[in-house]
């Protein structure tokens, strides 16, 4: 099994795992904007589940985490929004809060395993 094979495996054994560290560092204020920032795009990645085949029990459940997190964490998008920061920072940050408002929209819809 090659190095991207197992890591895939890894991620997969323990997606729920991965979430959790991956929304404490999106929702931490004490974290650097970009990280965080970072962290939020990786939830939407995992909120969306997968695209090449269809989603597993895991994938829902994870899914579903990872929409909560995004949840939680969109506060942050909004403060960065209507902050002074980089023109590129705000812009990134309503870019994220989009995409969320879109996967928070069609939540529900991942296509289950048959």
């Known amino acids: 099994m090659g190095l991207n094979a197992q890591i895939k495996a890894a991620l997969r054994a323990d997606?729920?795992?991965?979430i959790k560290a991956i929304s404490?560092?999106?929702s931490d204020p004490k974290?650097?904007?970009r990280?965080?920032?970072k962290a939020m795009e990786l939830l939407m990645y995992l909120a969306t589940g997968p695209s090449d085949r269809p989603a597993e029990d895991v994938d829902v459940i994870a899914?579903?985490?990872a929409r909560s997190a995004l949840s939680n964490?969109?506060?942050f998008l909004e403060e960065i929004i209507k902050s002074r920061r980089s023109g590129r920072v705000r812009m990134?940050?309503?870019g994220l809060a989009r995409r969320i408002d879109g996967i928070q929209r069609t939540s529900g819809r991942i296509r289950p395993l048959d």
């Open 92 to 94: 990134w940050a309503t």
């Open 73 to 75: 964490a969109s506060a």
């Open 35 to 37: 990280e965080r920032l």
């Open 15 to 18: 997606r729920l795992g991965v």
């Open 63 to 65: 899914a579903r985490e």
């Open 24 to 26: 404490k560092v999106a």
């Open 31 to 33: 974290a650097a904007t």
